[in-house]
């Protein structure tokens, strides 16, 4: 079992950078597969990125390919999101996730163990 917390969080002019992070307080977080997700008032929870395990596979969601990257340090029990190029659509809670089993997805119901979830504002 794992329990994680999410940091990094806060307002930013679009544009701009941010880069949140996702630590383990219990429990190591390199035996699992971690997910970011989102969800913005009135939205559905979505997937964000995602990393294996090993860090040697990712996974984006179309939405934020090339403006998003996921890393992970597993000497630190942390794994990162960036943010580059914010636009205000990326306002939302965002929150990690962690999943036994070796696959990499993006769905929220494959993931066991939740943070707590952090702000990210963007303003136009």
């Known amino acids: 079992q794992v329990q994680l917390v999410e940091s990094g969080g806060g307002l930013v002019q679009a544009g701009g950078s941010l880069r949140l992070s996702c630590a383990a307080s219990?429990?190591?977080?390199?035996?699992?597969?971690v997910g970011w997700f989102r969800q913005a008032p009135g939205k559905e929870r979505e997937g964000v990125a995602a990393i294996k395990w090993s860090g040697g596979t990712t996974v984006y969601a179309d939405s934020v390919k090339g403006r998003f990257t996921i890393s992970r340090d597993n000497a630190k029990n942390t794994v990162y999101l960036s943010m580059n190029s914010l636009k205000p659509d990326d306002t939302a809670v965002y929150y990690c996730a962690a999943r036994t089993g070796v696959a990499v997805t993006l769905r929220d119901n494959d993931y066991n163990y939740w943070g707590q979830g952090t702000q990210v504002t963007v303003a136009s």
């Open positions: 219990r429990g190591t977080i390199s035996m699992y597969a």
